[in-house]
């Protein structure tokens, strides 16, 4: 027989409402990714690659509110894992299956499921990375391999060059789109170093408030003008940015040698 629960180890019978909070912006990612997949098959691309960059924003506030609130908990973070996989993993390969890829038949399929595969493998190694004892402050600056919100970005690229009319450029066919998803799920499952973002927080020189404001406007005019074109080219910069990345990790690797 299992022993009887001490009131010291019961589940508490009132959770703070701060602690709810992200779990409901983890949820409405979750339906933004599957309604997005709906639309796919529908034949609403545009809409269906809209609600998956949707879950990507909402991905990136959810974690940050709970830390803001001090509503942080193994829950949350189980249930971001599993929101993840949906929204980075499933959603993106099944959109791009809808878009173009099941004109490359089973092998297109094939690409879906590895892709999906190395996204489960990186969110695997994160959360098991989270734990790591000793870790270098430095290290928080990078991501081990592409983080899946940016994969799922990267891997509607050939969506975003469908949707363009102000920018030219050759048309993909599904098979070459079918491999570019297997290499987008293998930078993610990768060891390659890649900036998180999170040295955001650093202080900024005064000289550069201004125009780090403006350039925040402009990305934001562009996205409001021209949304498709704008999204190719953060792509493209985005792949423009892993070589500094790895340069950069290896000179703070060289650093801190002892």
């Known amino acids: 027989m299992s022993e009887p629960v001490t009131p010291s180890q019961a589940p508490p019978s009132r959770i703070p409402v701060r602690q709810v909070l992200p779990n409901i912006i983890t949820i409405l990612s979750i339906c933004a990714g599957v309604t997005g997949i709906r639309f796919a098959f529908e034949g609403r691309f545009e809409l269906a690659v809209g609600l998956v960059l949707g879950a990507a924003f909402l991905d990136g506030i959810d974690g940050r509110l709970a830390r803001l609130v001090n509503g942080q ?30 004109d490359a038949g089973s092998f297109g399929w094939i690409c879906c499921l590895l892709y999906i595969s190395g996204c489960a493998l990186r969110l695997a190694r994160f959360n098991t990375m989270l734990d790591e004892p000793n870790k270098p402050a430095w290290k928080s600056a990078y991501f081990t391999g592409i983080p899946s919100p940016a994969g799922a970005g990267l891997a509607l690229f050939p969506m975003y060059l469908g949707f363009t009319s102000n920018l030219t ?90």
Request: charged letters at 10%.
């Open 169 to 258: 450029f050759p048309d993909i066919t599904p098979a070459v789109a079918a491999i570019y998803l297997v290499v987008v799920g293998v930078l993610m499952a990768s060891q390659i170093p890649t900036y998180s973002g999170k040295t955001i927080g650093i202080p900024l020189r005064r000289e550069y408030v201004v125009p780090a404001v403006l350039f925040v406007v402009l990305y934001i005019g562009l996205l409001l003008s021209f949304f498709w074109e704008t999204l190719t080219v953060s792509a493209i910069v985005y792949y423009a940015t892993i070589p500094f990345s790895i340069r950069s990790y290896r000179k703070q690797v060289q650093r801190s040698a002892p």
């Open 73 to 102: 908990s193994r829950f949350g973070a189980e249930m971001d894992s599993l929101a993840d996989i949906v929204n980075f993993g499933v959603a993106p390969a099944l959109l791009l299956y809808a878009y173009t890829l099941h």
